[in-house]
């Protein structure tokens, strides 16, 4: 895909696009008929959310005020998760209506009773009906809520299939279940079968991340980077590789300090990157750049210059 390339030829030193009026603001380059907006303050840096659900309903009465705050905030592209198929139709209308969203379809652990016979046909003709979608996710293992492992795995394997037939990167979700996951992974990864993909809303150890990096895939921090307690979060912050790292709001969830427990919008992923900058020691621009771009290669997303 041409801004695959586009991101892996380009370099530090080259500036991001800005977002400006009647290109997507920052660079989706589809424009949207009739969708004017006004002009966000130039400088910003240019962010992607590379993981949010803006289609649950807590959205329903604010999101054009919700899109015109991330916009106001730099961020040029997101990704939308999905959690299970009865959710694709929203989301697409939504990519129709903010042309900078890309999305993933997927089960999400937590949702496997929505995993039936026909699931995989479902997400796969889901996912060759739209260019936009991106990914297959959010997929994964969550012995946090849930200890029905087995039923997780059904769902889990066949999606990673999928991702790997058509060729599209995973977002896994992976939450007190690093062994499994890994168990899951590492087999695949030896017989050519693992798909590219991130680990999302990162809330393992340094340890585990080396695993999964040595797996290939990247590490997506959320707003959990903020909490005072989350040590081991930040310490992965610290650790990454430059070309490694993605983020994301996760929202509705995670809202980061200082508003932990609100709703949480894409305009707080300016927050998380700013606690990564903190972290690593490097400006915001730098992080904003940087886990841009990463988002550009993974993602194939349309991003000028990034
Ligand atoms: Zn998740
Ligand atoms: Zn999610």
Redesign the pocket.
């Known amino acids: 895909m041409h801004s695959i390339a586009e991101a892996e030829a380009a370099t530090a030193s080259q500036p991001l696009a800005q977002p400006s009026p009647g290109m997507g603001q920052g660079g989706i380059s589809q424009a949207a008929p009739g969708n004017e907006r006004s002009p966000a303050p130039a400088n910003l840096p240019v962010l992607v959310d590379s993981?949010c659900h803006i289609v649950f309903r807590n959205f329903d009465d604010d999101l054009d005020e919700v899109a015109a705050r991330w916009r106001q905030a730099g961020v040029c592209a997101l990704v939308h998760?999905c959690v299970e198929p009865g959710e694709i139709a929203a989301i697409r209308a939504l990519a129709d209506r903010f042309p900078e969203l890309r999305y993933a379809v997927g089960v999400?652990p937590l949702d496997t009773q929505h995993w039936c016979d026909d699931t995989v046909a479902v997400l796969r003709q889901a996912a060759g009906s739209d260019p936009r979608v991106v990914a297959i996710g959010?997929l994964?293992l969550d012995l946090f809520r849930e200890r029905n492992l087995d039923r997780q795995l059904e769902a889990l394997r066949p999606q990673l299939d999928l991702a790997v037939e058509l060729g599209l990167p995973v977002i896994i979700?992976c939450r007190d279940a690093a062994e499994a996951m890994l168990a899951e992974l590492t087999p695949r990864a030896a017989q050519g079968r693992l798909p590219r993909g991130v680990m999302?809303?990162w809330g393992g150890t340094p340890e585990e991340m080396e695993a999964f990096l040595a797996l290939g895939l990247f590490i997506s921090f959320s707003g959990t980077v903020t909490f005072p307690k989350a040590e081991a979060i930040q310490a992965c912050a610290r650790l990454v590789p430059a070309d490694r790292y993605l983020v994301e709001t996760?929202c509705p969830f995670l809202a980061p300090a200082p508003r932990r427990g609100k709703r949480n919008e894409p305009a707080n992923v300016a927050t998380v990157a700013a606690k990564v900058a903190e972290l690593r020691a490097e400006s915001l621009e730098a992080v904003a750049l940087t886990s841009s771009r990463n988002a550009a290669a993974l993602f194939g997303l349309p991003l000028h210059n990034v």
């Open positions: 993981h998760a999400h959010e994964g979700h999302h809303c996760d």
